[in-house]
Structures are given as C-alpha cells and as structure tokens.
C-alpha cells in the first residue's frame, strides 16, 4: 500500500541553525500539508501547498519557514534559523483529490538545542 | 481557540466491550471529519472517516456517529482489543473551497485491558 515517507526520522540542530525535513508524498497525491506537534500538545496545521504554490498558511508558518516541491516527488519544509521553540514532531501529509483523506507519514522528531 | 475539542483525555475499557470516543466541534464549516489513531513517535493513520451528508459510517469494529445539528461526533469500537490501545485524534476539515486543513482535537488515549 503507498505511503508517505520522511526522512530524517530525528534531527538535532543547533538554535539558529537551518534544517530541511524531507517527504516524499504518496505518487498520485496533488495536495500536501505539513502539520506538527509540540510535546504534549495538539497536531496543529502549518501549510498547505497544491499546484505549486501555497495555498494556505497559518500563523505558526511565518518568515522562517518555507516550502518547496522540487521534483515531482519530494517536498520538503525548510526553517531557516531554528528556534528553540521549533522543537517538535512534524509530519508531512497528502491527498488526492477534493473531500479524499489525507494520509501522513511517519513525523520527523526536531530537537532543536 | 478550541474548534474541536475531545474533553476526555483518557479512556479505559475492558477486552471485548464497547470503546465510545466523543468529539465536540464548533465551526459550522466543517463538513468532513475523521478519526486517526496514533501510537507514540509515529504519524497519525488514518482510521475512518463521515462526510457531514451522513449521519453513520461503519468499517469494521469500527462505526462513526455523526450529529450535526449537536456538531458532535462518536467513534464506537466493538468489540474492543488490546491492539486498540492508542491515542485517538478527532480531526474536521471544510471542503468548500480553501485547503481543507485539518483541525485537530487534543486526543483522547484509549486503553484496552486484557
């Protein structure tokens, strides 16, 4: 069954430092999200991305944070200057068409020092 | 701002007897919801689903209960197993236009004693 994977699975950089996180969403998948979850707290969206640009943002998801597609198969989040506050699992995310299920992939656990 | 909320954090039941998981939601947007089970250090997966055109949807042991005009929702578990323990999120999304984000509850985690 296809999934969606994410590499790294752990990453620990250093405050100040940019990470890339990494997601190859399922083949077929034209919508695709990054959420994340703080330690003890809820899953909360970050931002979305169909066609090849945003299309919604929260505001959690400001100048530090970007997106990107490129190739036809990975997607990666980008945070350019880590804060301690950015330590969190964040999962990656797609679905097929309007109203279908989205489906995420296994979290990449950031600890940001 | 709460706009589903899951008011019990944890639940224990018995093998074999009935798992309810409540979910409560305000925005009369949402017209998609699901439920995903979550195990520690790994991604939501995806459970079951009720568009807001339904009332019930059954898959399984597991069936979900949709009241609309109460916005509340029900996940029932018959009969319910060990492996069933886990952290179980509520999550709504509107489809009518926009990106159809998820909006998460903050979990309710079922244990299933043998």
């Known amino acids: 069954e296809p999934e969606v994977t994410q590499t790294p699975s752990h990453q620990v950089t250093q405050m100040g430092q940019e990470v890339i996180l990494r997601c190859v969403p399922i083949?077929?998948?034209?919508?695709f999200y990054w959420y994340r979850q703080i330690l003890g707290q809820k899953v909360e969206f970050l931002v979305s991305?169909?066609?090849?640009?945003?299309?919604?943002k929260s505001e959690i998801f400001d100048d530090q944070f970007s997106v990107e597609r490129p190739d036809g198969s990975n997607f990666t989040l980008k945070i350019r200057s880590t804060k301690l506050e950015d330590s969190a699992m964040y999962f990656c995310?797609?679905?097929?068409?309007?109203?279908?299920?989205?489906?995420f992939g296994p979290g990449t656990r950031l600890l940001v020092l | 701002d709460q706009q589903v909320k899951q008011n019990s954090p944890s639940l224990s039941v018995q093998e074999g007897r009935i798992s309810i998981l409540n979910c409560d939601y305000t925005?009369?947007?949402?017209?998609?919801f699901l439920w995903y089970k979550k195990y520690p250090a790994e991604g939501p997966t995806f459970l079951i689903s009720?568009?807001?055109?339904?009332d019930k949807n059954e898959d399984g042991r597991f069936t979900v209960f949709l009241n609309k005009s109460a916005k509340h929702l029900s996940l029932h578990i018959v009969p319910s197993q060990p492996g069933d323990s886990a952290v179980y999120f509520c999550?709504?999304?509107?489809?009518?236009?926009?990106?159809?984000?998820?909006?998460f509850g903050k979990g309710t985690k079922l244990t299933v004693n043998p």
């Open positions: 999550a709504a999304s509107s489809t009518q236009g926009g990106s159809e984000k998820l909006v």
């Open positions: 991305f169909y066609n090849n640009e945003i299309s919604e």
């Open positions: 925005n009369s947007m949402f017209d998609y």
């Open positions: 009720i568009s807001s055109i339904k």
């Open positions: 995310a797609s679905r097929l068409d309007t109203g279908e299920t989205q489906y």
């Open positions: 083949s077929n998948h034209l919508y």
